[in-house]
């Protein structure tokens, strides 16, 4: 024990000994010598001191840029409660935030309602509060800010949030300034969009409807947003059917090398080689030959491919072209090569089973497997998409790939991204790689929309007979007679095209609908012809009132607009609700929520229009006596929003009709 207690006491005093020197090394900093992990800590903080330099330049350079665009109220009153909901519970972390415009102006104009979801979390800790009393402390924290009024709490615990009238004003003011401008949603990506997609030597059909239409308003959107956008068409245009397709070209067109075969119903001549392949064995046997030498890319039958795709592509380009569809081609030909190194990648990971000679894949949680190629070497659709989902990845560098396809396609879709995922293609957690789905298209029997022959309905076929009906609604309206011819062209292809569109967008997206030309045509409710024709009448006030484009503009800089009647308030903070919109609908791609908008917008607009004068003529002689400038600003405001949603949703609005 004293052996042990000399040790300590010698261990003590050495402990002594050194502090003392440390002190003494520490007053005299001229001996003091910098460690090596301290030099590299400083200089570890100097780049971050550079990064961060650079990061406020470049957020900085964002905000400049974004200084003309139009601002999310939603998400501006969502900032202001995080801040409030840090201060008032710091413990807590990510709180879901629930911000809804009110339904009725006795509960303000917009809700903030996540205080019951914050009582549930703090009960999960063990903590009981009254979702009022939380709402409550998140008032008394509320920062001061440039949107909102004031504040109040309601109910079990919402908080309603009043408006600012004067910051309303000025956003309306911005707008009319500096144009529509899209909302800032963060840096621009790269997204690749897969739709349309019919085949070679088959007929566009109703079908093939709705992913034209869904997959172009989806296009418009991000990039009216400011994203890079791919358009792809994803067109069956390789595979057995083309051996057959070879072979009876051959047989009825034998110089076609030389002379352009006039295949003028590629239909029909399908059907025609489909007969022969199912009914004569030699005729079968050849164009399985056929499909081997195409395979081989030998000349003289890529020539036969190459016409047969041409005669497609022709027939595609006119439905594109009447419904304003941009596309760029790339089919499952495209990506024939990049096949094997996809076999080969999934080979050398061990991700590959064989079955009776199959070489198949089976992602995780999923009972079904992807079949990458065949027992007879062949490859599949399975391989197809799995090449063009990687090139899409790694060739395109795409930060978000859509695919617009019908939701019976869904099951494929989950193996795919699954597969991709687990061979190590992408984070779904970095990259969105989604499937916008959709229900088919009905006929009056709600039963799939076909002719009365039983056949499926031809696009071509249907959109001629809009174009008629089209015109017979106009010629009833008697527009022929004040129309000039052109615009009476230009309102009939508007109406038309336009209600083709809108019913498709209207509905949602993941329900099937039924098609009926008189619903869609019918100028009262949530149709394009109404649309149309209310924007057409917003349009036409100013220039009744001889009003021209250079005196809005210049009045949209000296005019304060006032907002004291209720319509004219109910009206400016839905005008101003359009990029909380179109923020919505970049995350779940459901484009009806615009759709529902721009109807409301208009509805509003008529409700704001027959209580408030904008322009006051003398009932004998319809001389303008006075012009009300700031509701004209409105009326201007509301047609630039309602435009700029027709842009995206592929409307052409028409100065007359």
């Given amino acids: 024990q004293v052996r042990f207690l000399f040790v300590s006491v010698g261990k003590k005093e050495n402990e002594i000994r050194c502090l003392a020197a440390e002190l003494e090394r520490l007053r005299n900093p001229q001996c003091l010598e910098i460690s090596p992990c301290l030099e590299e800590l400083q ?55 629930q911000v809804t415009p009110s339904q009725q102006p006795k509960f303000g104009d917009y809700q903030f309602n996540s205080a019951m979801g914050i009582a549930q979390t703090l009960k999960a800790k063990g903590e009981k509060v009254n979702p009022r009393d939380i709402a409550n402390k998140i008032i ?150 056929c499909v081997v030498k195409l395979q081989s890319k030998e000349p003289d039958f890529i020539k036969a491919w190459s016409l047969i795709c041409d005669v497609s592509r022709n027939e595609f380009q006119k439905i594109y072209d009447a419904l304003d569809i941009t596309l760029i081609e790339r089919g499952e030909s495209y990506y024939q090569d990049m096949m094997k190194e996809v076999v080969k990648e999934f080979e050398e ?64 879709f989950q193996l795919l991204f699954s597969a991709g995922q687990m061979i190590g293609w992408y984070d779904p957690k970095v990259t969105r790689v989604e499937h916008a789905g959709f229900g088919v298209v009905l006929g009056d029997d709600k039963k799939k929309f076909k002719t009365r022959s039983g056949d499926t309905v031809r696009l071509i076929d249907l959109l001629d007979e809009g174009l008629k009906r089209s015109m017979d609604k106009l010629k009833e309206k008697e527009r022929d007679k004040v129309l000039t011819p052109e615009e009476l062209k230009a309102a009939q292809e508007s109406v038309a095209y336009g209600c083709i569109k809108y019913a498709d967008l209207s509905h949602n997206r ?4 039924i098609f009926s030309f008189d619903k869609m045509l019918d100028d009262k409710g949530n149709t394009a012809a109404y649309l149309l024709y209310a924007f057409t009448r917003i349009r036409a006030i100013s220039r009744l009132a001889n009003i021209d484009e250079a005196t809005l503009q210049k009045a949209a800089t000296e005019t304060t607009i006032a907002l004291d009647h209720e319509k004219e308030w109910k009206l400016a903070k839905l005008i101003l609700r359009f990029p909380e919109i179109l923020q919505k609908i970049l995350e779940d791609l459901l484009l009806h929520t615009l759709c529902d908008f721009l109807y409301e917008l208009a509805t509003t607009f008529t409700e704001f229009y027959d209580s408030c004068y904008c322009v006051e003529k003398d009932r004998q002689t319809g001389e303008v006596i006075k012009i009300n400038m700031w509701r004209m600003l409105l009326c201007d405001a509301t047609a630039a929003v309602m435009a700029q949603g027709f842009k995206i949703l592929g409307l052409k609005p028409v100065q007359k009709m």
């Avoid at 200089?43 to 990064?51: A, G, M, P, S």
């Avoid at 030389?258 to 064995?281: C, H, M, N, V």
């Avoid at 993941?510 to 609908?513: A, F, R």
């Fill in 43 to 97: 200089e570890e903080n100097t780049k971050l001191k550079y990064r961060i330099n650079i990061l406020k330049r470049s957020l900085q350079a964002e905000k400049e840029k974004s200084k003309d665009r139009m601002i999310n109220i939603n998400s501006e009153i969502q900032d202001v409660f995080r801040t409030a909901i840090h201060a008032s519970y710091p413990e807590l972390e990510n709180v879901p935030l």
């Fill in 140 to 289: 008394q924290h509320v920062p001061e800010n440039k949107i909102m009024e004031k504040t109040e709490v309601a109910g079990p615990g919402f908080i309603n949030v009043y408006l600012k009238k004067d910051f309303i004003s000025q956003q309306l003011t911005h707008l009319l300034v500096n144009g529509v401008k899209p909302p800032h949603v963060g840096p621009p990506l790269k997204v690749v969009v897969d739709f349309s997609s019919p085949n070679i030597a088959k007929e566009m059909h109703v079908g093939h409807l709705r992913s034209t239409i869904i997959g172009e308003s989806i296009c418009r959107l991000f990039e009216y947003v400011g994203h890079d956008v791919l358009r792809l068409n994803h067109i069956g245009d390789w595979g057995t059917q083309f051996g057959m397709l070879i072979a009876h070209l051959q047989d009825k067109f034998p110089n076609y090398l030389t002379i352009s075969p006039p295949i003028g119903d590629l239909q029909a001549f399908y059907k025609e080689s489909k007969k022969r392949f199912d009914e004569d064995a030699e005729f079968k046997k050849r164009a399985y030959q």
């Fill in 349 to 412: 990971k061990g991700l590959v089973q064989l079955d009776e000679g199959r070489k198949i894949v089976f992602p995780p949680n999923c009972s079904i497997p992807l079949t990458i190629e065949k027992s007879d070497g062949g490859y599949t659709y399975d391989t197809s998409d799995l090449a063009a989902l990687r090139q899409r990845l790694f060739k395109e560098k795409a930060n978000v790939v859509i695919y617009v396809v019908d939701s019976g396609q869904a099951s494929h």
């Fill in 510 to 513: 993941c329900n099937d609908y």
